[in-house]
């Protein structure tokens, strides 16, 4: 966790909760992230898009860092930390892939790390142990910059694939329709 989140959120919605900081207007939906996307960061002066995936040991550097090395490495306790709004992540029961989000729907505020990749600007989401509905299917989840009521809801399988993007990503699948039919 978290190796995939979504984004639909509308800019009135941030801009009530940073309303110090300029949001852009043109926020796209984008429905399936994945680490080395840009991804939506907000810090004390600016919401700005950059790196998922900060420089690490790897080559593919690190998307997420636990909250337990940030406390203790050197490092990474130096990064500055930053917000990552989000509708959504997911996380997988096998090969079937759950959107966890707010029941209220409310944006989740993720907690980052800014960090750089390649000497540009990056972030690194802070993961903890998983709690409530995500503990059954990972033992790790992003914190949370505020205590959320959240929801598991089985997706659309499509989501396993990277290349695909949509709003019909979130549409149950087709064996969980014919479930609740029966």
């Known amino acids: ?16 909760r940073f309303p110090n900081i300029r949001i852009p207007e043109d926020l796209p939906p984008r429905y399936n992230i994945a ?48 917000v990552v709004p989000a509708s959504h992540f997911y996380e997988w029961n096998g090969r079937q892939p759950l959107m966890i989000r707010r029941r209220d729907r409310v944006p989740l505020l993720l907690a980052g790390l800014q960090g750089t990749w390649q000497g540009q600007p990056a972030v690194a989401i802070i993961t903890t142990v998983a709690a409530g509905v995500v503990a059954p299917f990972h033992h790790r989840m992003p914190v949370l910059h505020e205590a959320a009521d959240l929801e598991a809801i089985p997706v659309s399988r499509l989501v396993n694939d990277v290349r695909n993007e949509g709003p019909h990503l979130l549409e149950p699948p087709t064996e969980y329709q014919l479930n609740l039919l029966s």
Do not use: K
Not at 55 to 80: C, K, M, Q, V, W
């Open 1 to 16: 966790m978290c190796g995939r989140i979504g984004f639909d959120v509308r800019p009135g919605e941030l801009a009530a």
């Open 35 to 82: 680490p080395s996307q840009p991804i939506l960061t907000i810090d004390t002066t600016q919401a700005r898009f950059v790196r998922w995936g900060v420089d690490g040991r790897s080559e593919t550097g690190h998307f997420n860092i636990r909250e337990e090395t940030a406390a203790t490495n050197t490092y990474y306790g130096s990064l500055p930390r930053v």
